[in-house]
């Protein structure tokens, strides 16, 4: 046990042997040194945006909650990649004579793409619902990012160059994604107030900016098998800092005097209305007064929720 604590013994407990194939090219105890450093921050976010959402009422708590989610995400993925777990060996297209990439199989860790499916659309969220944009083009954002996504998944695993076209269909449904936040995503949050627009033009610009980088580190990494898959950890992790963590920060931060209900948020507890306190459920006290005596909301008059109110 004294061991467990005095080095890192993630690599030698799980090898690089996965699917039949062993990862000759992969990472080494400083990459999983690092990425357990990342898995305590991401923790530690967690903590701390879980404790601020507690000085919010409940019904102001939907960002908190969100950006919690994205970093818990997070601290899941970091867990499983310094452990050594959650990846596959696959061929490289480009074999290299630099020591550090020479070899035929890299560790792919499709664990990263399980976490970015979901953290990328809760990112996207986070952002749209700040800029009070329609439902429909919310749920369409995310299906484009879900696309994304998987688009660069499938090519991380495919061996020939055909993985360069799952990468151009990635990128080009990035580009939508860009010109959503920048421009549509913009006007909606200045519509909402200066600032409301403040808040989404800082966030906005910082998630933009990260995520054009991300294509780039894939075509480093996953692609081109250029750089070390230790160096790989440090660039995307960088990157995941930036979107996840620090974009967490400043959208919190930016959110501490601006009320839901402005964004088109209208949350409600059980307990906001007097009126309907103690008939959150049908059939509770209060609830026959509003009732025609069989069960029925009487016509003209102000019935109660079936259900529980939102």
Request: with cysteine.
């Amino acid at each position: 046990m004294a061991d467990l604590f005095k080095r890192n013994n993630a690599l030698r407990v799980n090898d690089r042997t996965a699917n039949g194939a062993t990862a000759d090219i992969g990472i080494t105890v400083r990459g999983s040194d690092f990425l357990w450093a990342w898995c305590a921050v991401m923790g530690l976010a967690t903590l701390v945006f879980i404790a601020l959402s507690t000085r919010k009422p409940r019904t102001h708590r939907v960002f908190y909650y969100i950006t919690a989610a994205i970093t818990m995400t997070a601290f899941v993925s970091y867990f499983s990649m310094a452990s050594n777990l959650g990846f596959t060996p696959i061929p490289v297209e480009f074999r290299r004579s630099d020591p550090k990439v020479r070899g035929i199989f890299r560790q792919i860790f499709y664990v990263r793409y399980i976490d970015w499916f979901i953290t990328t659309a809760l990112l996207l969220m986070d952002l749209l619902l700040t800029a009070g944009l329609p439902w429909p083009t919310i749920l369409w954002a995310i299906f484009v990012d879900w696309f994304m996504i998987v688009c660069g998944l499938a090519g991380a695993l495919t061996q020939s160059s055909y993985k360069w076209g799952y990468f151009a269909f990635g990128c080009a449904a990035l580009l939508y994604i860009i010109y959503l936040l920048v421009w549509e995503g913009r006007k909606h949050a200045n519509a909402r107030g200066t600032d409301v627009g403040r808040v989404y033009t800082m966030c906005g610009s910082l998630q933009a900016l990260l995520w054009i980088l991300y294509p780039i580190a894939w075509g480093l990494c996953e692609g081109g098998n250029v750089i070390a898959p230790d160096s790989e950890m440090v660039f995307y992790g960088v990157l995941d800092f930036g979107s996840k963590v620090v974009f967490g920060a400043l959208l919190i931060w930016g959110h501490r005097n601006i009320d839901p209900a402005r964004l088109g948020l209208r949350i409600r507890d059980y307990d906001d209305d007097p009126a309907v306190h103690g008939s959150f459920f049908r059939g509770g006290p209060g609830h026959e007064k509003h009732t025609n005596g069989a069960g029925v909301h009487a016509p003209g008059t102000n019935g109660v929720h079936d259900g529980p109110v939102v």
